[in-house]
Nanobody
Framework: QLQASGGGLVQAGGSLRLSCTAS????????VGWFRQAPGKEREFVAV???????????NYADSVKGRFTISRDNAKMTVFLQMNSLKLEDTAVYYC???????????????????WGQGTEVTVSS
């Protein structure tokens, strides 16, 4: 199970840090991604942190957040973070975290590839 938290109301240009805490085993072997869904729009990929060789992880971002958002993880706390800086009005959405054992470089942007989803946390950016 995944629990997302950290959303809230922030002014444009501000920052928020989202957290996604997991329960269960073998957390370090899962890719964990963040998606978001704005009102009236489809769910879209934001970022993912994917296991690589040995203890390394690959980080991937949507072009719209590259340079502003940073994804990281603390496996000991079974938590993935999404640090969001320089927030824009268009970042307003419900943010979901999701986990998968099967995503790869070819399909990490595809929501259907993720097996477990958190309940979502709402982020509102105001002017």
């Amino acid at each position: 199970q995944l629990q997302a938290s950290g959303g809230g109301l922030v002014q444009a240009g501000g920052s928020l840090r989202l957290s996604c805490t997991a329960s269960g085993r073998s957390f370090s072997t899962y890719a964990v991604g963040w998606f978001r869904q704005a009102p009236g729009k489809e769910r879209e990929f934001v970022a993912v942190i994917r296991p690589g060789y040995y203890t390394t992880y690959y980080l991937n971002y949507a072009d719209s957040v590259k340079g502003r958002f940073t994804i990281s993880r603390d496996n000991a706390k079974m938590t993935v973070f999404l640090q969001m800086n320089s927030l824009k009005l268009e970042d307003t959405a419900v943010y979901y975290c999701a986990a998968s054992l099967s995503v790869s470089v070819d399909n990490y942007v595809t929501a259907a590839r993720y097996d477990y989803w958190g309940q979502g946390t709402e982020v509102t950016v105001s002017s």
